[in-house]
């Protein structure tokens, strides 16, 4: 039975990379009533810094918990985030991302003028002075590498996408389409897949406005290495659930040859050779986990 609550927001800890603290912090800048969402912090093992900050936001009148299931399988932890929820609205949230004050309000605002099928889709952006430094990181993001799309320019949201960092769907056809597959043991394309499945159960997903996230996360190029590492042993994984579709409805992440192509596209002037060189050796690593998946 649901309370008066509006939303469940469920964040999964990303065992490769487990901050939470500025992420907490922002749910109490919210311009929406803390008595009517609830906050699910679901990790694979309890961290006693994380336990004090949380029994502090509890004490001003949070509905928090932080949850712990021994997998290191982001997609067992979403689900089992979801499993728990007590809204009917569900609001997936990365945890190296913080909130504006306005993105609890947006989601359920949003899902108030649409229907039951809808995926509302938050931007997100790394922190200016992060972006600033590091021409790695503007190029990530520019191009669309990070999220499968650019929320930095020219946004359009393809249908069936569905990202982990910030993406508000219904309860209800959350657990129609099935959750999200957990076969997948990296923190990647679980929810590319999922987005894909949701399509067949009559998804559409929709931009929306004023639900921006801040990542507070400056990427080396040797965890992006490793990411597409990832990536790379997912989509082998994706391949064998035949979950790929025609090119229309490919969140860029799926197809390397999409992301080279869309890549392509960004670069210019004296930043095109840079560029180029990153392109490569990210695809060296998606290629190399590919690879090894079966090996």
Known sequence: MFTNMNLSI????DAYHPVLLSNLESWDNQNFNKADFEVIVVD?????????AIDDLKSRGFNLRYEIIESDHRSVRANFGASQAQAPLLLFFANDFFADETLVSSHVSFHKMHNDKTIGVGTAISVESQREA???LRWL????????????KNVKIPEGYFYMGNCSIKKSFFEQVGGFNEAFA???????EFGIRSI???SVSRLVENAQAI???PITFEERARSMEFAGRSAKILEKLNAFVPIEYRPLRESLKRIVWKCQRQINGDDQLQHKVWNSKL???FYQGYIDQDA
Request: net charge negative; charged share 25%; proline share 5%.
């Open 10 to 13: 469920i964040i999964p800890i």
């Open 44 to 52: 694979s093992e309890k961290k006693t810094d994380w336990v004090e």
């Open 134 to 136: 590091s021409a790695f």
């Open 141 to 152: 993001e520019d191009s669309g590498q990070l999220f499968g799309i650019s929320f930095t």
């Open 186 to 192: 990296f923190p990647c394309c679980e929810d590319y």
């Open 200 to 202: 067949s159960s009559g």
């Open 215 to 217: 990542h507070d996360h």
């Open 283 to 285: 695809a060296g690593s």
